[in-house]
């Protein structure tokens, strides 16, 4: 059982560049997350999906980018880099939560530690 | 807004013994969801507990337990006979029911066991 899957662990970027963080979910989620968390601190919430083809922005969007193009994959762009995006980046999904049994918590990858120098 | 406080950076307690987390929320909600998370040095984000605010029964995993004041949006989290492993930072969390449901993180309690 795969979960969710993120791609890199580890990247170093120089100031300016970009790159995609990779996301997959193999749980067929309708929600899925991306979350940075600094240095001692609790997560914040980039951008959000409910479903393919919707995406709305969290509370530290300046940025990202997002696309959700299938119901499994979430990747979050990075453009022009900056030291100030120097974090863990997460990825979560979870189902809806109205009207089922489940109990309401994300399911969260393993992380991707994101240096920019 | 939703806000989720921990006052508590950081706590200590001796092996074998229990420790208690602080977790405060504020929302005009009724219905949503409470959870704590662990963090151990791996960073993997570990589910602990979780509370649906409509049952008045306060959850219980193993040595987890949490205290749940609906009125006094108060969400603790009880540890019994602390071991090694425990050590990790503690987040708790908040998510609506309906509507919007991004799950809302605190600052985190970084937990140390001393042997």
């Known amino acids: 059982n795969a979960g969710v899957t993120q791609t890199p662990k580890f990247r170093i970027l120089k100031i300016g560049q970009s790159m995609t963080l990779q996301c997959t979910q193999d749980m067929n989620h309708n929600y899925m997350y991306w979350y940075r968390q600094d240095p001692g601190m609790g997560l914040k919430l980039i951008y959000y999906s409910v479903g393919a083809g919707i995406t709305d922005k969290g509370e530290v969007p300046n940025g990202y980018n997002v696309s959700r193009s299938t119901t499994e994959d979430f990747p979050l762009r990075l453009e022009l880099a900056a030291p100030s995006q120097t974090s863990v980046y997460f990825c979560?999904?979870?189902?809806?939560?109205?009207?089922?049994?489940?109990?309401?918590?994300?399911?969260f990858g393993e992380g991707s530690r994101l240096t920019v120098l | 807004a939703q806000t989720v406080t921990q006052s508590q950076p950081e706590m200590s307690v001796q092996e074998a013994e229990t420790v208690t987390l602080s977790c405060t929320y504020d929302?005009?909600?009724?219905?949503?969801?409470l959870f704590w998370y662990k963090q151990p040095p791996s960073r993997q984000m570990i589910l602990v507990i979780r509370q649906e605010a409509y049952k008045q029964q306060n959850a219980t995993e193993n040595r987890f337990s949490v205290n749940f004041q609906k009125a006094a949006k108060s969400f603790s989290l009880k540890i019994s006979d602390s071991q090694l492993g425990d050590a990790a930072m503690y987040f708790c969390a908040y998510r609506s029911a309906r509507g919007n449901e991004k799950l809302t993180f605190g600052t985190g309690t970084r937990l140390t066991i001393i042997p």
């Open positions: 929302t005009s909600e009724s219905d949503y969801y």
């Open positions: 979560a999904s979870s189902p809806r939560t109205g009207g089922t049994s489940f109990g309401g918590e994300l399911f």
